[in-house]
């Protein structure tokens, strides 16, 4: 489950993450009265086996079998809010209804190393680095995108309108991020990689440029990742 809002005196609004059909919009009846059955699972950050009947605007939940909730998780801070970021950005990133199986299957994976890893930064920068390759979205990080050339300076200018870094200043068109290449080269790297890494060079700048990226293909700002971005900054 990625989001939840308050419906009514007594219900919430839940917008899943599934295997099959996507981001759903559903309506949990009765998860904010005491000892509700739906209440546990329509926590942020849980897994669980999910009916629902379909309604006029939205679904109605009908049963819920819990998983996991990522307990490990919830016990670090950093973690929690990383966690949280994860997934307001899918909810962000995806539209309701759109084909979600790699992003449900990748989503539990953060989840679960968010659970086991010290350091959240790297973690979210694979799983949206991974996210945005696999939806064609991801540019060749080391690759000037007017050129086509390795890039050779550092800082590079990111140029969104492009799609990519370009390696000549001049040749900048639109809205550009200047970044430092060890960001670029810890991005092109990192979506190899079959888990994230412990430590990543400018871990959190390549994450601020992720951020950006996914902001400028949506139209839609990542408000969760935002904000983890600037705390993380502000606490050093």
């Known amino acids: 489950m990625v989001n939840r809002t308050d419906a009514g005196e007594n219900d919430r609004r839940l917008i899943l993450l599934t295997d099959q059909h996507g981001l759903v919009d559903v309506i949990a009846k009765g998860a ?22 379909e309604g006029r605007a939205r679904g109605y939940v009908q ?13 670090n801070y950093d973690g ?36 086991l890893r010290e350091d959240a930064v790297p973690v979210l ?23 086509g050339e390795r890039l050779t300076k550092t800082p590079v200018a990111f140029d969104f309108s492009v799609g990519g870094p370009v390696d000549d200043a001049e040749a900048v068109s639109g809205q550009v ?14 979506i190899e990689l079959e888990e994230p890494p412990m430590k990543m060079k400018r871990a959190l700048e390549a994450l601020n440029l ?21 705390d993380l900054r502000s606490s050093g």
Do not use: N
């Not at 950006?212 to 949506?218: A, D, I, P, S």
């Open 32 to 53: 904010r009265k005491a000892g509700s059955r739906l209440a546990g699972a329509s926590e942020l950050m849980v897994l669980a086996q999910f009916t629902w009947a």
């Open 63 to 75: 049963h819920v079998k819990p998983v996991t909730s990522f307990p490990g998780l919830r016990k």
């Open 80 to 115: 929690m809010m990383a966690g949280i970021a994860w997934c307001d950005s899918v909810r962000t990133y995806l539209p309701i209804g759109a084909p979600a199986d790699d992003i449900f299957e990748l989503s539990v994976l953060v989840l679960k190393w968010l659970e």
């Open 125 to 147: 920068v694979w799983g949206l680095a991974k996210m945005l390759t696999d939806d064609g979205v991801a540019p060749d990080w080391m690759s000037c995108m007017v050129t």
């Open 177 to 190: 991020e200047w970044v430092d290449a060890e960001a670029l080269i810890g991005l092109s790297r990192i």
């Open 210 to 230: 992720l951020r950006k990226v996914m902001e400028f293909h949506t139209d839609r700002r990542m408000l969760a990742l935002g904000s983890l971005v600037s």
